[in-house]
């Protein structure tokens, strides 16, 4: 059986169990409690609820981590200097455009 005979099948049991009016208040239901089960939101609760579980077995945990996270050297990837943005302002463009007609004319 695939997934469209299952749910067929489905929509048929429901629609023999319940009436139309059960129907309805059941959709109503589902929709005012989407917003609560989005995958958002129940990541959300999930990531609070394991830090509290975390936090009720180890309740050193956070400064251990804390401790080791102080203890870790920088990586040899990370740039010594900071990175600049590409942006240019006017002032930058017009002291190139001098330079590379001084070039160009020095040139010729």
């Not at 900071?82 to 040139?107: F, I, K, M, R």
């Amino acid at each position: 059986m695939n997934l469209l005979d299952n749910c067929h099948k489905f929509c048929l049991i429901i629609g023999d169990t319940y009436s139309r009016r059960q129907r309805v208040i059941i959709r109503n239901r589902a929709e005012r409690v989407s917003e609560l089960l989005d995958w958002k939101t129940l990541g959300g609760l999930y990531r609070e609820a394991r830090r509290m579980a975390l936090k009720k077995i180890y309740p050193d945990l956070e400064m251990r981590t804390s401790e080791l996270l102080a203890k870790m050297p920088r990586p040899l990837s990370a740039s010594s200097t900071p990175v600049h943005s590409d942006l240019e302002t006017d002032s930058d463009t017009e002291e190139q455009q001098e330079h590379e007609n001084l070039a160009w004319n020095d040139a010729s």
